[in-house]
């Protein structure tokens, strides 16, 4: 699975939203961007396209931002792929194309359909509140004794 620097970018910025969800503040592009290397005119776009999809909200002025739309637990990487990299673009390969003209293609595409499958299904499975907490877990100390 290939992705884009659109969508890593993406979801740096919804997993740095879920882990400030409880503050209830907006947080500001510029401190995702400071925070995280991410550059400032490609998560303003990014953030736009997540917004028009209902996954971000913001709130303009002085102390605007932007803050997930509903709680991290209910927003998947699914949600957060499907939007910057659109429909399944494994299932509209060429392959898709010749399907029905021999058994050897129709195994091959049957063999593609499983493999995204697959993929959704594992994208579908990891919550942002899941990310916020395997990100705590490596950012605590540990302490023997």
Same mark, same amino acid.
């Given at each position: 699975?290939? *992705?884009?620097?659109?969508?890593?970018?993406?979801? %740096?910025?919804?997993? +740095?939203?879920?882990?400030?969800?409880? &503050?209830? =503040?907006?947080?500001? %592009?510029? &401190?995702?961007?400071?925070?995280?290397?991410?550059?400032?005119? /490609?998560? $303003?776009? %990014?953030?736009?396209?997540?917004?028009?999809? !209902?996954?971000? $909200?913001?709130?303009?002025?002085?102390?605007? !931002?932007?803050?997930?739309?509903?709680?991290?637990? +209910?927003?998947?990487? =699914?949600?957060? /792929?499907?939007?910057?990299?659109?429909?399944?673009?494994?299932?509209? @390969?060429?392959? @898709?194309?010749?399907?029905?003209?021999?058994?050897?293609?129709?195994? *091959? *595409?049957?063999?593609?359909?499983?493999?995204?499958?697959? =993929?959704?299904?594992?994208?579908?499975? $990891?919550? /942002?509140?899941? *990310? $916020? +907490?395997?990100?705590?877990?490596?950012? =605590?100390?540990?302490?023997?004794?």
């Amino acid at each position: 699975m290939r *992705l884009s620097a659109k969508t890593e970018y993406a979801a %740096i910025a919804v997993l +740095e939203l879920a882990r400030q969800w409880t &503050s209830g =503040e907006p947080v500001r %592009i510029r &401190s995702i961007c400071e925070a995280h290397g991410v550059p400032a005119r /490609f998560l $303003v776009q %990014i953030l736009l396209q997540l917004k028009g999809a !209902g996954v971000v $909200v913001s709130t303009r002025g002085a102390s605007g !931002g932007y803050q997930l739309a509903r709680p991290p637990a +209910e927003i998947t990487l =699914e949600d957060v /792929f499907r939007v910057i990299e659109g429909p399944d673009e494994l299932l509209t @390969a060429v392959t @898709a194309d010749l399907a029905g003209r021999s058994r050897t293609v129709n195994v *091959l *595409l049957d063999a593609w359909r499983q493999v995204a499958r697959a =993929e959704t299904d594992t994208l579908r499975g $990891v919550t /942002f509140a899941d *990310l $916020v +907490e395997r990100s705590r877990a490596v950012n =605590e100390p540990m302490y023997y004794i």
